[in-house]
């Protein structure tokens, strides 16, 4: 499988350059998973915002054989993956969310979102006095000593 796919990164050189060849692999982000995936890996599941996990425990070193495929292969972000999945991920748990489902709890949270600290004026934390805190409140530290 590694092969077939040498074989046609090879044949797309020829046909446009060495350089669309190798945007082409990266904009598909074949380098690590199409290498992985061919060679025995799994799809064990897609999460909701279209990033895909995989398992291989054939020739391949524990603590390395489970991995994601972003789906946002331009601007991945690790906080993209949701706590159920982090938890397969990480070894945590061998259940994948689906097989979760069951033993999880009526009243469970909210949903994940993704961390989206520093991302425009909206998500940027400014302190309780700070000057573009829209809530700001004028403290003061202390109240000055007034002789009578």
Do not use: C
């Amino acid at each position: 499988m590694v092969l077939a796919f040498l074989r046609s990164t090879i044949k797309a050189a020829k046909d446009n350059g060495w350089k669309a060849a190798l945007e082409e692999v990266k904009k598909q982000g074949l380098v690590a998973t199409k290498l992985w995936t061919d060679d025995g890996a799994r799809l064990v599941g897609v999460d909701k915002l279209g990033n895909k996990y995989f398992e291989k425990k054939v020739n391949s070193q524990f603590g390395r054989h489970r991995w994601v495929e972003y789906a946002d292969k331009k601007q991945y972000n690790a906080s993209a993956v949701p706590p159920e999945w982090h938890g397969w991920l990480h070894y945590i748990t061998d259940h994948t969310p689906e097989q979760l489902e069951d033993l999880k709890p009526a009243r469970y949270g909210i949903e994940h979102k993704l961390n989206r600290s520093g991302e425009g004026d909206a998500y940027i934390y400014h302190s309780k006095g700070h000057a573009l805190n829209p809530k700001q409140r004028n403290w003061t530290r202390y109240e000055p000593w007034q002789p009578t």
